[in-house]
């Protein structure tokens, strides 16, 4: 097998990649509304000759890109969408927004989405050239960031006829991803009351917004009695108007419940409407409740991270330029003492103390990581969500994190986005094509591999099998304006 052809290969199309991913930055469109970005992902695998299908599933911005033909079916999930008042220029160590209140990359989706077309389309042209079976299907998947559209995708059913689903993403470390992660619901709270004038005729008036109150007091009450790996988050979207004169006669909050499993996401679900519900009887006022969207634990799978470890270790380590170095410690500059530790605190945590001091000694004094971390299986899960769990419920799943920004930047921040340009990124996104695209090669020439990868996850899974967290009636909607 010649790994250094399929580096090659990944290579030769660097520019365009390159320029690709900076135009999707550009564009930062968030969820289910990434219409330019789909599009320019699209004609980019049409190019490179892969037959696509727009709207999957019925599902906004979301598509199915394919080519080659035969066993195994690898799948490269890709992601485009942004986050929204998070926009900031490139290249600026400053907070500096490009568009005043406007949307930024600061989770480096517009990488992650073209690093593993790039993977894709490598794996596709090393199968032809030495005239090897296999399917190659890149998935569009849009509305990653508070949309879960992989779990849309996966109530769609485009993921069954996969046999293994490669992804990565950006981080500041670069290393297989281990581990779970936390299942989640997001629901909409909207409470109904009646107007009235707040001074001459108070009594007349129910106050949707005492309702939002009364039950944000309460959820904060329920949090001493569930278990410590739960979150739950809510975010005010409608206070009823800006008059304080007004009795409020509508007003709107938005909640996230996570915890390790879907069925406790469920129970706390449960008991945060019961407390909207009796927010509403002591204000007298009504509430409506609907599921914005839910996405699944994350189910590890350690014979495919085995062996992406061994593949993001066999590429080549790119090496920092002095500028690059610079700007990443103009970076580090903005950050506060806890982030500058932040990579010595998820080590301890995944390593233990020892070897995680000792790991992170070995960034004493670099802006950039320069290495890959050891591998460790784990199966516990972070505090974080994402909707590839809903895939891996359905197939063998395997991920993989590459340093593509300073050392100690923190996730969803302007600083995210403000290194989204830069070229340190760009060698990252390349990085973790060729990790990927290797790892897809080694599954094609050892099918046995796969096999095994099945059997693991049908044990973590059981008999049950995979249900999708999402009710049939919700569909995928855009983020609110205001939110």
């Keep these: 097998m010649d790994k250094a052809r399929l580096y090659d290969l990944v290579e030769e199309r660097r520019q365009v990649y390159c ?27 049409e190019d490179a000759g892969f037959a696509v299908e727009r709207e999957a599933g019925g599902i906004p911005c979301a598509f199915v890109a394919t080519a ?43 990488l ?13 042209d090393y199968l032809r050239e030495h005239n090897l079976p ?41 290393k297989v991803m281990t581990g779970s ?31 939002v109150e009364l039950m944000n007091v309460g959820v904060n009450y329920m949090r001493e009695h569930i278990i410590p790996e739960a979150r739950v988050h809510y975010a005010v979207i409608n206070t009823g108007g800006r008059s304080p004169n007004v009795v409020q006669p509508e007003a709107e909050v938005l ?18 409407s019961d407390i909207a519900r009796g927010a509403a009887m002591m204000t007298q006022t009504q509430v409506d409740i609907q599921i914005d969207k839910a996405c699944s634990n ?19 380590l790119p090496t920092a330029t002095a500028e690059e170095r610079e700007f990443a410690h103009a970076i580090r500059a903005t950050l506060t003492e806890a982030e500058l530790r932040k990579e010595e605190t998820a080590l301890i945590k995944e390593f233990g103390t020892a070897d995680g001091r000792r790991l992170s000694a070995q960034l004493e004094g670099k802006e950039l990581c320069d290495i890959v971390m050891p591998y460790k299986y784990s199966d516990r899960p972070s505090g974080g969500s994402t909707d590839v769990g809903d895939v891996s419920w359905i197939v063998p799943t395997v991920q993989c994190d590459v340093s593509c920004y300073a050392l100690g930047t923190p996730g969803h921040s302007w600083q995210q986005v403000a290194q989204g340009k830069a070229s340190w990124a760009h060698k990252g996104m390349l990085l973790a094509a060729k990790a990927m695209a290797g790892t897809a090669l080694d599954l094609c020439l050892r099918p046995e591999l796969i096999a095994t990868a099945k059997r693991e996850l049908q ?11 999402i009710p049939d009636g919700v569909v995928p909607s855009p983020v609110k304006r205001g939110q």
């Design 19 to 45: 320029d690709l991913s900076d135009r999707i930055w550009e564009y930062a469109e968030t969820r289910f509304e990434e219409k330019r970005s789909a599009e320019a992902l699209c004609a980019a695998l």
């Design 181 to 211: 992660s936390l299942a989640n619901i997001q629901v909409y709270y909207r409470f109904t009351g009646r107007a009235s004038h707040a001074g001459g005729s108070p009594h007349l008036g129910r106050s949707a917004l005492d309702a």
């Design 134 to 174: 296999g399917t190659i299907k890149y998935f569009g998947c849009p509305g990653e960031e508070g949309g879960s559209g992989k779990a849309f995708m996966a109530r769609a059913h485009l993921f069954d006829d996969l046999d293994v689903a490669i992804s990565w993403h950006s981080s500041s470390m670069t």
């Design 459 to 469: 044990e973590l899974v059981g008999a049950e099998g995979y249900r999708c967290p």
């Design 112 to 124: 992650l989405g073209v690093g593993s077309l790039a993977a894709a389309v490598a794996c596709r």
């Design 68 to 110: 080659g033909s035969g066993s195994p079916v690898i799948g490269f999930l890709g992601e485009f969408d942004a986050l929204s008042g998070l926009s900031q220029q490139a290249g600026v160590a400053e907070r500096a927004a490009r568009e005043p209140g406007g949307n930024g990359h600061g989770c480096c989706h517009h």
């Design 255 to 272: 909640y996230l419940i996570r915890a390790p499993q879907n069925s406790q996401v469920q129970e706390l679900f449960a008991w945060v």
């Design 298 to 316: 994350l189910i590890p799978n350690d014979t495919l991270a085995r062996i992406m470890h061994e593949n993001l270790v066999a590429a080549p």
